[in-house]
């Protein structure tokens, strides 16, 4: 089974940081995603949605010390609901990304990109799987047929 999450968008407020009582630190990351698409009538629509990604101890750390409002961020994780009753005794829950990776972006490539964790700790290997240049994510006009099945 697989719980996996991927999620590129801009974060709409400082991370927000608290400390449990161990001492570990806990950061809630509010992050927007958006799409555009044309509707029934041609017309071109943007949706954004809004995602609350938490991370823990170094990685909420390393978000505190280094994003801010407005910047690009990709993250991978996972989904995760959590249900509550607030103080009118109502029942909710909400459903949260858990963040094992963050990795700022920016519109340059190759400015201020920082990894979370960082290269030599990172288990994935993250800067072998996702392309850094355009041209390397761009498709190949070659025409070569690929092994993809779709």
Avoid: C
Avoid at 20 to 37: D, H, K
Avoid at 41 to 53: A, F
Avoid at 90 to 108: D, F, H, I
């Amino acid at each position: 089974m697989v719980n996996k999450v991927t999620l590129i968008g801009y974060l709409g407020a400082d991370p927000e940081i608290r400390r449990i009582e161990n001492g570990a630190a806990v950061a809630r990351i509010r992050l927007a995603t958006s799409e555009s698409y044309k509707d029934s009538t041609g017309n071109w629509q943007n949706k954004s949605e809004w995602h609350t990604v938490i991370a823990w101890r170094e990685l909420a750390e390393k978000a505190e010390a280094n994003l801010k409002k407005g910047a690009l961020l990709y993250v991978e994780g996972k989904l995760t609901t959590r249900d509550w009753t607030d103080q009118n005794n109502v029942k909710r829950s909400s459903t949260e990304v858990v963040a094992s990776y963050m990795r700022p972006l920016s519109a340059r490539e190759g400015v201020g990109q920082r990894s979370f964790p960082t290269a030599e700790n990172d288990p994935q290997q993250f800067s072998r799987n996702v392309p850094t240049t355009q041209s390397e994510s761009s498709m190949s006009s070659s025409g070569a047929e690929d092994d993809l099945p779709f």
